[in-house]
């Protein structure tokens, strides 16, 4: 083996080759994985009250490590469990969710989810009307959920777009559920014909999920 060819390899496994994780980090890492886990498996059968079902929250989840989103906003909290697929991938890239709930039944029961499953550090949870709270966020941010009043999703994205990144996405729920009629399909129209955001629907579930992505001007 000639020197030249020995001195890179020596090169690539000093310099490029990715730093270890530190085995605290992972046992951290590890012990929050293990906590939300066994949460969501205990409480499977319980989420009510307008939650997403899981392969929902499985795909927020994907989105979020996909594309290392840290800056996440969630309209319409419900008791939490979309919010807490979402707070666990921002575990991972360490990012926080801002997440909205105008009932304050359902706000203090999120707040005690948030706190069980251990992801409570990655939540900024706020008891509001969203109307009103929504234009007041500075953001940025680079990913949003938006599970709230089907008849205001297209307000809550005009007043969000300018606030989201460039290649940040607004996702929202229930988009193929025809009970919830005008107001679905006037977000959809609105979202399908900007030149600058590019939308998809995922049909994982019967609800469906829009995913709308902002691309460069």
Request: aromatic residues 12%.
């Amino acid at each position: 083996m000639n020197r030249h060819f020995l001195v890179t390899i020596l090169f690539f496994a000093i310099y490029v080759s990715p730093g270890p994780v530190s085995s605290q980090e992972l046992t951290k890492n590890q012990i929050l994985d293990k906590k939300v886990k066994e949460f969501l498996e205990s409480h499977r059968y319980q989420w009510r009250d307008m939650n997403v079902p899981a392969t929902d929250g499985k795909v927020l989840f994907d989105i979020i490590i996909d594309h290392n989103y840290t800056k996440a906003l969630e309209i319409g909290t419900s008791t939490g469990h979309s919010g807490i697929w979402i707070a666990w991938a921002l575990s991972k890239t360490d990012g926080k969710l801002i997440t909205i709930e105008i009932n304050e039944k359902r706000y203090q029961e999120a707040l005690s989810n948030f706190r069980e499953a251990g992801l409570i550090d990655y939540v900024d949870a706020r008891l509001a009307d969203a109307h009103t709270l929504v234009p007041e966020l500075q953001g940025p941010f680079d990913f949003v959920f938006c599970d709230a009043d089907k008849g205001w999703y297209k307000n809550y994205f005009i007043a969000v777009l300018p606030k989201l990144e460039t290649g940040g996405c607004f996702t929202a729920h229930n988009v193929i559920n025809l009970r919830y009629g005008g107001g679905i399909q006037e977000f959809l129209d609105y979202v399908e014909n900007l030149p600058n955001v590019k939308t998809t629907i995922n049909k994982s579930s019967s609800a469906g999920i829009s995913v709308s992505y902002k691309l460069k001007k």
